[in-house]
């Protein structure tokens, strides 16, 4: 198993930047792609961003030029720096681990709250 703790959410201003964390643990050879989901009241997750363990990366349109994604692999730890930040990107936010064998997105955080106002 897999486990996930994330890190680093909160309230800011539009404009403003905030990081996340999220430290994996366990049976970490089990992990491929680590990436980071958001989710508003109503709404479907959504992918934020991803990262294999050759840190190509893959962004949303939403995000992209504003949100970065890196890995320290050595860490065990998957981060997302946030900047420019929108009303419109507040939602809480999810840490997932794929399974490299089954390609899933198997494993994920307890989630951190992003709230941006206006």
């Known amino acids: 198993q897999v486990q996930l703790v994330e890190s680093g959410g909160g309230l800011v201003q539009a404009g403003g930047s905030l990081r996340l964390s999220c430290a994996a643990s366990g049976d970490i050879r089990s992990i491929s792609r680590m990436g980071w989901y958001r989710q508003t009241p109503g709404k479907q997750r959504e992918l934020v961003a991803d990262?294999?363990?050759?840190?190509?990366?893959n962004n949303a349109d939403s995000v992209k030029g504003r949100f970065t994604i890196s890995r320290d692999n050595a860490q065990n730890t998957v981060y997302l720096q946030m900047k420019i930040l929108q009303p419109e990107d507040t939602a809480v936010y999810y840490c997932?681990?794929?399974?490299?064998?089954?390609?899933?997105?198997?494993?994920w955080g307890q989630g951190t709250q992003v709230t941006v106002s206006s």
């Open positions: 990262i294999s363990r050759g840190c190509s990366t």
């Open positions: 997932a681990a794929q399974n490299r064998w089954t390609l899933r997105y198997a494993y």
